[in-house]
């Protein structure tokens, strides 16, 4: 039984070692200003790729969009990070991933939304029904689908909110800080710009370990702008985002 036990740990290792895994890092922007890291203890449960929009509100024409929330689909992206698994992608796939999936695929909402929009060429989610059933995300050259873990969302106090794992992890969340994205992030299929990076807090009652959600290597999600009138927009977006508890 012993022999046993030390072969299976070996093998285990060499099989470790063969593939030269290694510890997922939080990306950074490369700028002068970074968000901060997690506290020490915590560990990573999940790097999802969020895609979906963003919203904003036009309150006159030629006025400064204010962002209204978001909508995403989430995905687990921890196997394509590199030496993660026989799925991952080079560092520099990895980071091109969102603007990948952007510029590649569709929506993954009901975007049947067209009323009170500042430009009707950009409708916005289902008012009441904005997710699809729950299916895995086909990326173009990523040999395995990336599973569906869950939904990001702005509950009804405007609160950004993340459901992952079936209700195994709930939180809301509160912004504790922000920086621009790197001038190399993809400005999305409308050339609209980057959304910042974030570092998020849970706030009230969480369900499960989750306490921090980082908001990183973001692709599109700008506003249009309200050269067109008064009224809602949306934009497409994707990111990562990593989840620790």
Partial sequence: ????????????????????????????????????????????????????????????????????????????????????????LSEAQFTALPGDVLAQHAVPLKLDNTENRADPAHPGASLTNPFPAPASLQVDGVD?????????????????????????????????????????ASAGPDATGAVGWLKLSATGAAVGPAKFVYRVLTAGGNSHGCTNGAGDDSTSYAATYWFYG
């Fill in 144 to 184: 395995k689908p990336l599973e569906y873990i869950g939904h990001h969302f702005f509950n009804d106090k405007g609160v950004p909110s993340f459901l992952l794992d079936n209700g195994k992890i709930f939180l809301t969340s509160k912004r504790d800080e922000a920086i621009d994205a790197p001038m190399s």
């Fill in 1 to 88: 039984m012993l022999f046993k036990t030390l072969l299976i740990a070996s093998v285990t290792s060499a099989l470790a070692a063969s593939m030269g895994c290694r510890v997922p890092t939080l990306p950074r922007s490369g700028d002068s200003k970074e968000l901060s890291n997690p506290p020490n203890g915590l560990k990573l449960l999940h790097i999802a790729l969020g895609f979906g929009i963003q919203n904003y509100t036009c309150s006159a024409l030629d006025t400064k969009p204010s962002a209204s929330g978001a909508l995403a689909v989430l995905y687990d992206a921890l196997p394509l990070y590199p030496k993660q698994s026989r799925h991952s």
